[in-house]
Nanobody, 122 residues
Framework: VQLQASGGGLVQAGGSLRLSCAAS????????IGWFRQAPGKAREFVTV????????YSADSVEGRFTISRDSAKNTVYLQMNSLKPEDTAVYYC????????????????WGQGTQVTVSS
């Protein structure tokens, strides 16, 4: 499956952005989709994930209550709505697909998008 992440940009603290992850190539519903992020000089970090059916999600504590993941099977797209953004949310955001179900571990994901930059100014 090929993944294309988009929607990043520059936003002030407290603002919102919506990222999109468009999938193509294989049956979208076979994959859990996760979002990860990586800030300069830091390891890639789990953000949130949605399972194959879209019925179950979970998120890192750092974004719980601010970020919401959803999926639209008709459009083969997963969305990440980010509200109340903070400067520490600044990173390159990646979407990834896992055939093994929802996971917070990057090693469980076999397919990755190219990343989209999110910058939050203070």
């Amino acid at each position: 499956v090929q993944l294309q992440a988009s929607g990043g940009g520059l936003v002030q603290a407290g603002g919102s952005l919506r990222l999109s992850c468009a999938a193509s190539g294989r049956t979208f519903s076979n994959y859990a989709i996760g979002w990860f992020r990586q800030a300069p000089g830091k390891a890639r970090e789990f953000v949130t994930v949605i399972n194959q059916s879209g019925g179950t999600t979970y998120s890192a504590d750092s974004v719980e209550g601010r970020f919401t993941i959803s999926r639209d099977s008709a459009k083969n797209t997963v969305y990440l709505q980010m509200n109340s953004l903070k400067p520490e949310d600044t990173a390159v955001y990646y979407c990834a697909a896992s055939a093994y179900g929802s996971s917070r571990y990057p090693s469980r994901y076999g397919y990755w998008g190219q990343g989209t930059q999110v910058t939050v100014s203070s």
